[in-house]
């Protein structure tokens, strides 16, 4: 597979770090100058631009979370005029005010650089033709994997979300190669086939990028399984760019970071305190070529590890592994730490149950209760009715096993959790609600 930048995607560290302390010390000078909002973040900590000199220095800076966007909401830290952002995104977010990004010509340049790197590590060339099944609008998905096939020449579907046997019949009609949107829209996109009639060897998909919500390695298999593509992974987030921060090579063992438009540290989520590269951390980005929303050391609450080794793909870029959730999605249940994404393994390491799953937390007496609904697959709904009690028994005694916790199963029928075409929603946790 080809790199798209081979020079920066394969420099030595060396070199990586002398370009990103450079890049560093003139956007915080920029930052410095245009944004009030961080400038006065700075004096009260009594740092000045000429403190920071190389990205060792980066702790010394402010932390930026979601409530400083907030407190700026909508433009406060942008740091050029507003006639030179010619794009604005946004993420919805489940509380508070959205998060507004912009973008200058030369940011949407250098976001399609970091998703043609992205395509070009799966295999793209400008002989493909991208399935975009992403959103198209507010949300960063759809443009943002849209520039970077642009950029490759590929013949572009910009399908966007919704109808999905309109999606079947083009993936197949019009000859789609590679795909992207959520993994869990993957699955739904894989089902609706199967009812349609159509098999993995009618189409021909070489592979898909899926990203915007944590997924599981099981997820993986159960992709590449049904749509007979590989299935890599691809990570960003509205606030830092969108899509494309980091991705996945087919080496399929982590998504490589976008090291010389970004920093990353990874930082203790309690402490705030900067944890050594290699240690699971909350994951905390410095953009250092962005001219319109260059936000420095942002709080992304995903939790994340670093490896920086050398891959077999020859990109030299340090590699996140996949993140297991955000701490914000972190779920404690009667003291215990859990990830949505934990209880995805085990459920689909058992092997006759469906991806489509459901946890719900509340509190019934003062106690957590935890209840999972999960889907059997079709083909074993029939065979195992009579011992539905056995096997909600038998996932159970798995979920206690690997997670030390007791759930309550509920295997229901296939096709009665809601499918999402965009982000899916695993968790209901009634207790918030009280
Ligand atoms: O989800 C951007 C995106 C679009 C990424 C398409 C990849 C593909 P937001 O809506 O702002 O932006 O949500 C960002 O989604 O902080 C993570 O918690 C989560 N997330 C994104 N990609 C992944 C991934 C887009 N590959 C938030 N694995 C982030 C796990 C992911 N979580």
């Given at each position: 597979m080809g790199y798209w930048q081979e020079n920066l995607e394969c420099m030595s560290i060396d070199e990586l770090r002398t370009l990103q302390n450079e890049r560093l010390r003139e956007t915080v000078e920029r930052v410095y100058k245009n944004v009030k909002y961080e400038q006065d973040k700075m004096k009260e900590l009594g740092v000045?631009?000429?403190?920071?000199?190389?990205?060792?220095?980066?702790?010394k800076l402010p932390l930026l979370t979601k409530q400083d966007l907030r407190d700026t909401?909508?433009?406060?830290?942008?740091?050029?005029?507003?006639?030179?952002?010619?794009r604005l995104h946004a993420s919805s977010g489940t509380t508070g005010k959205q998060v507004v990004a912009g973008y200058t010509q030369n940011d949407i340049g250098i976001w399609g650089d970091c998703c043609a790197r992205a395509l070009t590590a799966a295999g793209?060339?400008?002989s493909d033709f991208m399935h975009v099944s992403y959103g198209y609008g507010l949300f960063t998905g759809g443009f943002g994997v849209h520039h970077g096939a642009e950029k490759i020449g590929m013949t572009i579907i910009?399908?966007?979300?919704?109808n999905t046997q309109r999606q079947v019949n083009i993936i197949k009609d019009f000859g789609s190669t590679y795909i992207c949107c959520t993994p869990s829209y993957a699955l739904f996109i894989a089902e609706t086939m199967k009812e349609m009639g159509?098999?993995?060897?009618d189409i021909g998909l070489k592979a898909g990028l899926f990203g915007a919500e944590p997924w599981t390695e099981e997820m993986r298999r159960e992709i590449e399984d049904k749509l007979g593509c590989k299935a890599l992974d691809i990570y960003g987030l509205t606030e830092i760019m969108?899509?494309?921060v980091s991705f996945e090579c087919t080496e399929q063992s982590g998504m490589h970071i976008n090291e010389d438009h970004f920093i990353v540290e990874t930082i203790d989520?309690?402490?705030g305190k900067v944890l050594p590269e290699g240690e699971q951390g909350e994951l905390v980005f410095t953009c250092i070529?962005?001219?319109?929303f260059p936000l420095?050391?942002?709080?992304?609450r995903d939790i994340g590890v670093l490896k920086r080794e050398k891959c077999s793909c020859g990109r030299t870029l340090v590699k996140m592994l996949k993140?297991?959730?955000?701490s914000d999605d972190m779920l404690i249940i009667r003291g215990v730490n859990v990830f949505p994404s934990q209880i995805e393994s085990v459920l689909l390491n058992l092997?006759?149950?469906?991806p489509h799953y459901q946890i719900i937390v509340d509190r019934v007496n003062n106690t957590d209760t935890l209840d999972i609904n999960v889907e059997i697959s079709a083909d074993m709904f029939s065979d195992v009715v009579s011992s539905l009690e056995t096997q909600e028994k038998k996932i159970a005694g798995q979920v206690l096993s690997t997670l030390g916790i007791s759930a309550k199963i509920h295997l229901v029928e296939p096709k009665t959790i809601p499918r999402s075409e965009g982000k899916a929603v695993r968790v209901i946790d009634k207790r918030k609600l009280h």
């Open positions: 000045e631009p000429g403190d920071i000199k190389t990205y060792e220095d980066l702790y909401y909508p433009y406060g830290l942008f740091a050029v005029p507003m006639d030179e952002v010619i793209a060339t400008k910009p399908v966007s979300t919704g159509v098999t993995k060897d969108g899509p494309g989520p309690d402490t070529t962005k001219d319109a420095l050391r942002y709080r992304t993140p297991m959730g955000r092997g006759n149950t469906n």
